[in-house]
């Protein structure tokens, strides 16, 4: 059963347990997930937590995101992702943390201060930027990671931030200050100030210091 609802300002809670749409803007304290959630013109809230799935157009803003289910974003401001789930979204900005142990698609660009990223499903962003720090590795108590190791790759096309620590990636380009390269990692081009490491059977293609630009990751150089 398919309930449409228009939700306005000043709700406290919501909760959806079967299928619902939501016809105009949302606006809510806390909203959970259970069943199928659909926002039509997008939702404001301090906490959404999703156990089941969960789509949203236009913009959200939520300060801290729980996805045990499947989220779907089309622009998403937050301050807190944790991710066990699935993520999608096109646009994901003004993250103070980011920590997903799932599956993430960002086809556009994802700008945060810090980014942990544990890997156990598929992983496809086309550009992260950090503050801070820029840390993805594969989740090592997933079984998969130890049936299929070299599969398990995340894709990112440009990754930056003052500390880079990866592993089981592949990426066209790395921009830091600190670059840590862990094993099954294939990188087109790293670009660092003051220090990169790269582990035996990592592939680098090219490395260029830039010890004048400390501050490399933040420029538009690159």
């Not at 401001?77 to 066990?84: D, F, G, K, P, T």
């Not at 003004?94 to 660009?109: F, R, Y």
């Not at 500390?163 to 089981?168: I, T």
């Not at 094993?183 to 670009?191: L, R, S, T, Y």
Request: aromatic share 6%; net charge positive; glycine share 10%.
């Amino acid at each position: 059963m398919v309930k449409s609802t228009v939700a306005g300002k000043g709700m406290k809670d919501i909760t959806v347990n079967g299928h619902q749409v939501f016809d105009g803007a949302v606006i809510a304290d806390n909203i959970r997930i259970h069943g199928n959630g659909r926002f039509l013109e997008g939702l404001s809230s301090q906490q959404l937590r999703i156990i089941g799935s969960c789509s949203i157009k236009g913009n959200t803003s939520v300060k801290h995101i729980y996805c045990q289910g499947h989220g779907k974003f089309h622009t998403l401001q937050v301050e807190i992702i944790q991710v066990a789930g699935s993520i999608a979204a096109e646009h994901v900005s003004g993250a103070n943390l980011i920590d997903i142990k799932g599956s993430l698609q960002i086809k556009g660009s994802l700008e945060a201060v810090n980014v942990t990223i544990r890997q156990q499903g598929t992983a496809s962003v086309n550009r992260i930027t950090a503050e801070k720090s820029v840390v993805i590795q594969a989740d090592r108590l997933s079984i998969l990671h130890w049936l299929w190791p070299r599969s398990r790759r995340g894709t990112y096309h440009v990754l930056k931030g003052y500390e880079v620590k990866v592993d089981h990636i592949q990426s066209s380009l790395i921009v830091g200050g600190y670059v840590e390269i862990g094993p099954n990692c294939a990188i087109h081009k790293v670009i660092y100030s003051e220090y990169l490491s790269v582990a035996p059977g990592a592939k680098v293609a090219e490395v260029i210091h830039l010890s004048q630009h400390p501050q490399i990751w933040r420029s538009e150089l690159c």
